[in-house]
């Protein structure tokens, strides 16, 4: 039931059995941070192994580390990690290089296997689209942009490939992963899940869903710092026959005999290319341990009571959402309109309330279950509304636009 007063909000607080994990986030007391769906904050741990491999792996083992400290098989390790938390097994997951990166990677190898157009919609998050215009330009291979309100009806054996994000980033409409995947089978479409928006606050199954790629960061609901690695999702027959494209010395079966000519290494392993970025795989590493023992579903379902606050409260002060109401399913931020969103938004900051802005007028506000509670959310709430009661975003000050939005 949604809280109808702070009362009612606290009552929720006390007997929440997620609570107990915002102790392990580094976060300032004054600061309401509604922005994990962009940034998660820092787990105390994660912050605690970039100093440890800093000081300890990086100043005294030096390159030893390499073996002694088992940096070469971060990627592995942690993939396992998250495997875990979006069905996979342990060794369909790896992490590599970025999201845009990756799509790439994937986009090319399973283009290249059959003709056809690759293909997204015109209101997916932009570098995924700028990654397939790219590639097309760079292959020919024919590019679709399908409407923002296409189903999966739309696919057609013109399709050779669709990238698609399981959450939009701006709605947070949740797709149903499995009746795209029937629809793609039906007519030979490999679709390339983006899970950024997904992954650690979603409860979902790619292999019981029948998605057999995705792609992923690290730096949102999974905490992993500014510019974290992504990962790579492949199944573990796809892995075995895809070629990739970004041959890179890490993604060699053999890398250290040092051969002249490329031999990919076994399944999702052959998608690394380049050396891993070790401090900060590691700070993801041990950020993804605050998830060892916590049910993504119990995630899922207190991110849903946190919007479904949220919208609630919003409702009386005339913001229109354009997100899934509470009857529908939703991913773990909710989007409101306003003329003068970005103003609003800057004053909230202000204000000690941190959420952030898309084009042309949408304010949108993260709730990560794991460091967030229902009084929270109730205080953001009453702080917006004072700032739209009382108009202090006309403030000259929140109109001046900044690089980062």
């Not at 609901?221 to 494209?245: D, I, K, S």
């Not at 052959?270 to 950020?287: E, K, M, Q, V």
């Not at 802005?357 to 229902?374: A, E, K, V, W």
């Amino acid at each position: 039931m949604t809280p109808v007063s702070a009362s009612e909000a606290d009552a929720l607080d006390d007997k929440d059995p997620l609570a107990r994990y915002k102790t392990l986030f580094d976060l300032p007391d004054w600061i309401i941070y509604l922005d994990g769906n962009s940034l998660g904050p820092p787990p105390k741990a994660a912050l605690a192994r970039i100093q440890s491999t800093g000081e300890a792996e990086w100043r005294s083992g030096l390159v030893k580390s390499w073996n002694d400290a088992g940096w070469i098989d971060l990627p592995k390790t942690c993939g396992a990690k998250i495997a875990r938390l979006i069905g996979g097994r342990e060794d369909e997951v790896i992490i590599a290089d970025s999201v845009s990166v990756n799509i790439f990677k994937l986009a090319a190898a399973l283009s290249a296997n059959a003709p056809g157009a690759i293909a997204y919609h015109a209101d997916e998050f932009p570098t995924d689209g700028y990654i397939l215009q790219g590639l097309s330009n760079l292959t020919g291979a024919p590019l679709m942009r399908l409407a923002p309100d296409a189903d999966h009806g739309a696919l057609g054996s013109e399709i050779s490939v669709l990238v698609k994000s399981a959450v939009h980033y701006k709605t947070a409409a949740v797709a149903d992963i499995a009746a795209w995947e029937q629809a793609a089978a039906q007519n030979h479409v490999e679709i390339i899940w983006d899970l950024s928006h997904a992954t650690g606050v979603l409860d979902i199954d790619m292999r019981a869903a029948g998605a057999r790629y995705g792609v992923g960061c690290g730096y949102k609901y999974l905490n992993g710092g500014p510019g974290a690695p992504a990962f790579v999702y492949v199944g573990r027959q796809a892995a075995a026959t895809l070629n990739q494209p970004l041959s890179g010395w890490m993604g060699h079966a053999a890398p250290f005999e040092f051969a002249p000519d490329y031999a990919p290494a076994p399944g999702v392993e052959r998608f690394a290319s380049g050396t891993p970025p070790i401090l900060s795989l590691s700070a993801r590493d041990a950020a993804l341990d605050v998830f060892a023992d916590i049910d993504i579903a119990a995630i899922e379902a207190k991110a849903k009571m946190l919007g479904d606050l949220f919208l609630a409260r919003c409702a009386p002060l005339g913001l229109e959402s354009i997100s899934p109401p509470p009857s529908e399913r939703r991913g773990g931020h909710v989007s409101v309109r306003f003329d003068h969103g970005y103003a609003v938004i800057q004053a909230l900051i202000a204000h000690g309330v941190i959420g952030d802005f898309r084009q042309p007028d949408i304010m949108r506000f993260g709730f990560s279950p794991l460091f967030l509670g229902y009084r929270d959310v109730w205080n953001a709430a009453s702080i917006l509304a004072d700032i739209l009661e009382t108009q202090k975003w006309r403030e000259a000050k929140y109109s001046a636009r900044r690089k980062v939005t």
